[in-house]
């Protein structure tokens, strides 16, 4: 079992920048493949970015490509997430989850663990 507790949301004004970053539990976290994903209020939860278990393959949306950059750390069972020249429509609840095995995924039904959200502002 996985347990993923994301940090570093908050309220930033836009053009700033954010650094998230998820902490993992276990001692297998080199095998996961990480991804984040948001979800805005009455909108569906949707794909930021994903890196695989090597860290050799990435992903990201459209809407954050140039502007996110998705990272991971094995020695801290950390991935992050830095967030720059971040718009208001980048506000939402930011989750982390962890797939065992795969490369990585932009499908939601893919991942196994979930953490509980942090919270990205951007204000106008």
């Known amino acids: 079992q996985v347990q993923l507790v994301e940090s570093g949301g908050g309220l930033v004004q836009a053009g700033g920048s954010l650094r998230l970053s998820c902490a993992a539990s276990?001692?297998?976290?080199?095998?996961?493949?990480m991804g984040w994903f948001r979800q805005a209020p009455g909108k569906e939860r949707e794909f930021v970015a994903a890196?695989?278990?090597?860290?050799?393959?990435?992903g990201y949306a459209d809407s954050v490509k140039g502007r996110f950059t998705i990272s991971r750390d094995d020695a801290k069972n950390t991935v992050y997430l830095q967030m720059n020249s971040l718009k208001p429509d980048d506000t939402a609840l930011y989750y982390c989850?962890?797939?065992?095995?795969?490369?990585?995924?932009?499908?939601?039904?893919?991942?196994?663990?979930w953490g509980q959200g942090t919270q990205v502002t951007v204000s106008s």
């Open positions: 989850a962890a797939v065992h095995g795969l490369s990585w995924s932009r499908r939601l039904g893919s991942y196994e663990h």
């Open positions: 276990g001692r297998t976290f080199s095998s996961y493949a």
């Open positions: 890196i695989s278990w090597s860290g050799v393959s990435i």
